[in-house]
């Protein structure tokens, strides 16, 4: 086919009639190449489109010609393939070129054929009569239709593997109807020529290009209507079909389903009462077993049973330090080994994490539980061996006795959970529970709830004990103290509500609180005298402030606030603060020291500082525990340790702060070993702020102790009351 459309195009060529070239063709050229392939539509609900593209063909045929349509057909149709390859059609140029030598073929035999029907050029046809004319067109619409659908069909044919029959059967007799209408269309058009004038026809063409667009977007309406109807009506279809075969495998399957239901429902139960790491029971079997055991003591009073709470001791360091597979296999080991400790009729249950908890029946007292604790003890304490590596961990034990008082199971399981606690905190393996245990958690429980109400309720306070200068004996600073007003039990000792301020997280807000409180109150003792610009504030920071990012910038923000010189302000941090996770500490006390505030180390003694470290910490002072100043009278073995301190303070260059002097004699050696700064009862116990204004006001004060500490020391012994200091 392709040679021979290069044969016909050749002979186009050659034989082109140059002398018809006028703006007529030339339009009639653009229309047909650039604009006939976008006029098309398709008919509803049928695959043909009719395409003003055949008739613009048959109109420069009768016009200009058959050279003019061959060239126009073959131009047609190269630009249509090239516009569908660009719109994402695959199209090979083998095909293009197929396409081209066909519509070229195909016009040059309806040319052909034309001439031999009826003997005269095609361009002269129009002069014939009217019923000539009209066969003429149906002759022109014959031809090229058979040529073209002949030539499409043996190729889809040859691709395909169906018979020539079946294909232009179903691709190509439906086309038909488009060499019709536009053989019809160039007939019309070539008549309305000759008998109307251009103005007229340019109108009609205009009218016709109306029609035309309004048709096309009705067609286009009825398209996606069609569209949307027919995937609503797939769609259900499909749903329909879908909900018969569900219907249908329901049915066939319903009693399968009915023994897999059964067999579920054991395996759910069992679920819910199971432990899924270790297949003990869990925290809801144990409840319901335990409230059996209750309502059976209280039928038999004579029966008594015990419940022990168990909790694994440095199981999250294993777990962080090796992983949670070996955390998990510990449990494994655990509880294998509990299991066969117990008797047929006890139970063990694990409900989370390390925490395990045994039900013992048929126990005379006390003596046996206790000794079923310390059996526990044994076995837990005996190395594990898990992936090659021996691990060692130990266990905390709460013992709690069920009688017919308890009236719920989770109330035994509380008191054993309390009692658990109490052993950790006293470091013993178990402990059986007494009722004060129960009255001290409910103490600790509320007086969280009232601490909270205090931070809300302005409650706290500030209380100021002086440091001062063991050289000249004069005033440098104060350490801020806090101290709870409570509303009904007064002031409560900070060593009440500490403790459960840093359980809780509360002392992260009320460590900034006091800091931004004695700031404040540091500003103002500074712009009433002048003498008081070299006062110092020691606050202590809490070892939960390290585990926050934002720490510098909180206390950044209260120096900027208060307008305080950070030279001023010195923060105290504990051993353990700062030993927990050296490295960490160490970047942040970097960055509080580049704030310019100075910082120490508290209770310095009391800890496990690393020697390693502390030379790496970039801090300014270390103060004595008052443990070793306090003691320091009794024995040569603590004052050796203060001279040791002092020494090593000397040594890093940093000062010492004694806290705790309570005597003279204690003053004199703290002076005679070097030691720059000193607190204590000697001096000032922790007083309110507006009782500093009778110390600023005297802040020579404590001068005058040497002389008659001396004759007090010579005469009266080493010890001297806050009493007589105060006169």
Not at 304 to 329: C, M, P, W, Y
Not at 463 to 488: C, T, V
Request: glycine share 4%; charged share 20%.
């Amino acid at each position: 086919m392709i040679p021979m459309g290069v044969f016909v195009l050749v002979w186009t060529g050659y034989n082109f009639p140059l002398d018809k070239i006028n703006t007529g063709m030339i339009a009639l050229s653009v229309v047909t190449v650039f604009f006939s392939s976008f006029l098309r539509i398709q008919l509803p609900r049928t695959k043909i489109h009719l395409t003003i593209s055949d008739a613009l063909v048959f109109l420069s045929m009768l016009i200009y010609g058959s050279e003019t349509a061959i060239v126009l057909a073959a131009l047609e149709s190269l630009f249509t393939s090239l516009n569908f390859r660009n719109k994402g059609i695959t199209i090979k140029p083998k095909t293009i070129c197929l396409n081209i030598a066909i519509a070229a073929v195909t016009t040059f035999a309806t040319a052909i054929a034309l001439k031999l029907l009826f003997a005269v050029p095609v361009e002269t046809v129009e002069s014939l009569g009217n019923s000539q004319f009209a066969l003429t067109l149906t002759a022109m619409a014959l031809c090229q239709f058979l040529v073209n659908s002949i030539c499409v069909s043996i190729f889809i044919s040859i691709k395909s593997e169906k018979s020539l029959w079946e294909v232009w059967n179903e691709y190509c007799l439906n086309a038909l109807v488009i060499y019709a209408a536009g053989a019809g269309f160039a007939g019309v058009s070539v008549k309305a020529l000759h008998q109307i004038d251009m103005v007229l026809f340019a109108v009609v063409i205009g009218f016709a290009s109306l029609l035309f667009m309004t048709y096309r977007r009705y067609v286009d309406d009825v398209k996606q209507t069609a569209a949307k109807a027919e995937q609503a009506e797939r769609e259900r279809a499909e749903q329909a079909e879908k909900h018969v075969e569900e219907l249908q495998h329901h049915i066939a399957e319903q009693e399968k389903t009915s023994e897999a239901l059964r067999e579920s429902r054991e395996r759910f139960r069992h679920a819910a009462y199971h432990d899924t790491l270790t297949d003990l029971p869990n925290r809801n079997k144990f409840i319901e077993t335990l409230q059996f055991q209750i309502e059976k003591a209280k039928h038999n009073p004579q029966y008594r049973f015990a419940v022990l709470f168990l909790d694994l001791n440095r199981f999250k360091t294993i777990n962080e330090s090796l992983g949670h597979s070996v955390g998990d296999q510990l449990i494994l080991h655990v509880a294998h080994r509990l299991m066969n400790l117990v008797g047929k009729k006890d139970l063990v249950a694990r409900f989370s994490g390390d925490e395990f908890a045994i039900i013992l029946t048929k126990i005379s007292g006390a003596e046996d539980a206790a000794q079923f604790a310390e059996l526990i003890k044994q076995k837990i304490s005996s190395p594990f061996t898990i992936e090659g590596r021996q691990i060692f961990t130990s266990v905390s034990i709460g013992i709690a006795f069920g009688n017919a008082l308890y009236k719920q199971a989770e109330d035994v399981l509380r008191d054993a959970d309390i009692a658990m606690y109490h052993a950790k905190e006293s470091k013993h393996t178990y402990e059986i529970f007494n009722p004060t245990m129960h009255a001290r958690a409910v103490t600790l429980l509320q007086l969280e709830t009232d601490l909270r109400h205090a931070i809300e309720r302005n409650e706290l306070i500030v209380y100021y004990q002086p440091i001062i200068d063991l050289k000249n004996m004069q005033l440098r600073g104060f350490e801020a103290l806090m101290r709870w007003s409570h509303p009904q039990r007064g002031i409560v000792p900070p060593n009440e509500f500490i403790p459960v301020s840093e359980e809780t997280g509360l002392i992260i807000p009320m460590t900034l609180w006091i800091l931004r409180e004695s700031c404040e109150q540091l500003v103002k003792w500074q712009q009433r005298n002048p003498l008081n610009g070299l006062l110092m504030i020691s606050v202590n920071l809490s070892g939960k402030h390290f585990a926050r990012p934002d720490l510098v910038q909180q206390v950044k923000q209260i120096l900027d606030e208060t307008k305080i010189n950070p030279k001023c302000v010195k923060l105290e941090l504990t051993e353990s603060a700062v030993m927990d996770n050296a490295e960490t500490a160490i970047e942040m006390l970097k960055q509080l020291r580049a704030l310019g505030v100075q910082l120490s180390i508290d209770d310095f003694g009391t800890g496990y500082s690393s020697l390693s470290y502390l030379h790496r910490f970039p801090i300014d002072m270390l103060k004595v525990d008052r443990s070793f100043v306090s003691t320091m009278e009794e024995g040569t073995e603590n004052g050796e340790i203060v001279r040791t301190i002092i020494s090593l303070a000397k040594t890093l260059k940093l000062n010492v702060v004694a806290e705790g002097i309570e005597s003279i004699h204690q003053l004199h050696q703290l002076r005679v070993l070097g030691c720059e700064y000193g607190q204590g009862f000697l001096f000032s116990r922790p007083i309110p702020s507006h009782e500093i204004d009778k110390i600023l006001d005297d802040r020579n004060r404590w001068q005058r102790i040497l002389p008659e500490s001396n004759l007090n020391f010579m005469n009266q012994g080493d010890e001297i009351s806050l009493l007589h200091l105060s006169q």
